[in-house]
């Protein structure tokens, strides 16, 4: 790989960076942050849930996923789970996601009474770049396909010239779930205090809310 480094810009998310989006009818606020351990974070203002992503010379990742399952931070996750900065046409990655992460309530329980006997259900995505006029989007399918052949689960994202994903769409189990950009609003580095009280929330430190 030659990573493209004119690919990176999207995925800065400056410390303080606080995003807005419309999901299912209501808005949910995002904000780039870090958190106790020092990781860069993504942390909705709205909903119980943090996500942590990393980024290095070659990529964008997602890793650390916790909190409420309606954040708009789930299709964050689901459509970004790593992506190299390559724009070769024919380069495709692969990540594998837990199945709870892409169905309703009851494929939910359905994965959590199957877990502490066979594991956690997973499905593996297929993701490739795609080069826009007006930006770049990330195109996801699933492996797994249903009876019409068609993939069980894709997932889009799609960029603009400024940090963050401009919309994020996630299809499956015949369910789509979209979350447009609204307001973008510039970065603000946290006063010392500010950060200590994140710190102590019992997000922080709590294993009661995984998604």
């Known amino acids: 790989m030659q990573p493209d480094y004119a690919l990176v810009a999207p995925f800065q998310f400056p410390?303080?960076?606080t995003l807005t989006y419309a999901m299912d009818g209501r808005s949910e606020r995002i904000?780039?942050?870090v958190d106790a351990w020092g990781r860069s974070v993504?942390?909705?203002?709205d909903k119980r849930a943090e996500l942590v992503i990393a980024l290095s010379e070659s990529c964008f990742t997602c890793t650390e996923l916790r909190g409420a399952h309606d954040s708009v931070l789930r299709l964050v996750r689901l459509t970004l789970a790593c992506v190299p900065?390559?724009?070769h046409p024919e380069l495709t990655f692969?990540?594998?996601l837990p199945l709870r992460w892409v169905g309703g309530w009851l494929r939910r329980l359905r994965s959590d009474l199957q877990t502490p006997v066979i594991g956690a259900p997973k499905i593996e995505l297929q993701s490739r770049v795609v080069v826009e006029?007006?930006?770049l989007a990330i195109v996801g399918r699933s492996l797994e396909r249903d009876v019409s052949a068609l993939p069980r689960v894709q997932t889009r994202a799609v960029f603009g010239a400024a940090p963050g994903p401009a919309v994020l769409e996630v299809s499956a189990f015949g369910r789509l779930q979209r979350a447009e950009l609204l307001v973008q609003a510039p970065g603000r580095r946290s006063m010392p205090a500010e950060a200590d009280a994140r710190a102590a929330s019992p997000l922080a430190?709590?294993?009661g809310g995984w998604s």
């Open 85 to 87: 900065f390559e724009r």
């Open 15 to 17: 410390l303080g960076l």
């Open 31 to 33: 904000v780039s942050d």
């Open 133 to 135: 006029p007006r930006g």
């Open 94 to 96: 692969h990540s594998t």
């Open 205 to 207: 430190i709590g294993a």
């Open 42 to 45: 993504l942390r909705s203002l």
